[in-house]
């Protein structure tokens, strides 16, 4: 099985083998147990009149909800857990359900049911998921349970990396409403991190501060030391008076993404908040269509692109620091708890 990582403010490297699964190991109901319902559902395994009379409830959090459907589990063979739900709450079996009458949180319920039920082939499950998301378009937590859902098929690939960017895309969104227990968040993303191959910032941990000081190829995160870039030996360079970073290192970090375009010398940045373009020699970049002027223009060293650490840094959603005479600098990236 997969490490998960034991501190909240640690960061986790890639893991080379997985004999489990985005669906299978969020275990995530275990920052409810202080729920009865939640008890309750782990206790029984299944879909009881009582569960099922909570989980239709519109008035009950989503998330616990969620949760409850966590700690009801999943099973090695298909189960028919969303089929007793649906007799037991509508009275009909579930392929006569008009789902053009059930709210966003009734199709959630059921899709991730549905996914529990039979986590080897989640597309019927991941449309009525992606159906609730489209309903609920400001709940992290459908948003994030569609994410893993989404995500689940994706590990039968030979890109792993694909399957934590797709969790990022949600976790790292903080246009979302935190409407899932950060504790119950951090579980999840604990475990995502795992497909990253590289080191990866868990945005749920209290704080988490990174260090790096000009020419040095290796960095501290909450007191850790890592390298940079791995095969690469890129380090911060003091240039005119202007400290520059690697881009891609402070990217990929919070769970972005980085495209170069050779023909053009440009450099696209994309995470979940900010979308960046920038040229090399050119002192304008491009953050979400429009201009900004830098403090020095982008140049390639060891083959990556080293930009201002200041701009990239609060571009990227850091509080940033240097100290000119250590010539260190800080990058803290707040809890994305959003309490």
């Known amino acids: 099985m997969c490490a998960i990582m034991a501190l909240v403010l640690a960061i986790s490297p890639f893991q080379t083998a997985h004999a489990d699964s985005p669906i299978t190991t969020t275990e995530f109901y275990k920052a409810y147990l202080d729920e ?46 969303a089929a007793s739900f649906a007799q037991l709450t509508y009275d009909k079996p579930l392929s006569e359900l ?33 159906d609730a998301k489209q309903l609920l378009p400001d709940s992290f937590t459908a948003a994030l349970i569609h994410a893993l859902v989404q995500a689940q098929p994706e590990v039968q690939s030979s890109d792993w990396t694909h399957v934590w960017r797709i969790v990022a895309d ?24 795992t497909y990253s191959d590289k080191r990866v910032i868990n ?13 040095a190829s290796d960095f501290t995160l909450n007191g850790e030391t890592f390298e940079i870039d791995p095969g690469y030996d890129t380090a911060p360079a003091l240039i005119n008076g202007t400290a520059y970073l690697p881009v891609r290192f402070l990217t990929e970090a919070i769970g972005g993404t980085i495209r170069w375009e050779p023909n053009t010398q440009t450099v696209t940045v994309n995470t979940a908040h900010v979308t960046m373009e920038m040229s090399i020699g050119d002192t ?23 930009l201002p650490f200041r701009f990239i840094g609060e571009a990227l959603g850091f509080d940033v620091s240097w100290n000119s005479t250590s010539g260190e600098i800080g990058l803290t990236l707040a809890s994305q708890s959003r309490n």
Do not use: C
Request: glycine share 6%; no cysteine; proline share 3%.
């Open 36 to 81: 009865a319902i939640v008890q309750k559902a782990h206790q029984a395994k299944d879909v009881t009149e009582e569960l099922a009379l909570y989980l239709a409830d519109e008035e009950n959090p989503l998330a616990v909800r969620a949760a409850v459907i966590n700690a009801i589990g999943w099973e090695n063979e298909q189960a028919e857990r």
């Open 98 to 130: 008009a789902t053009t009458n059930l709210r966003g949180d009734e199709r959630f319920v059921i899709g991730y049911l549905l996914a529990m039920d039979d986590y080897f082939d989640t597309r019927e499950a991941e449309a009525w998921l992606a």
């Open 170 to 193: 949600v976790a790292f969104n903080t246009d979302l409403e935190m409407d899932m227990r950060p504790a119950a968040a951090e579980i999840i993303i604990d475990y995502m991190v």
């Open 203 to 215: 945005p749920f941990a209290e704080q988490s501060r990174l260090a790096l000081n000009i020419g």
């Open 284 to 306: 304008t970049a491009v953050v979400d269509g429009e201009e900004q002027q830098l403090l020095g223009a982008p140049y390639i060293a060891n083959g990556r692109t080293m």
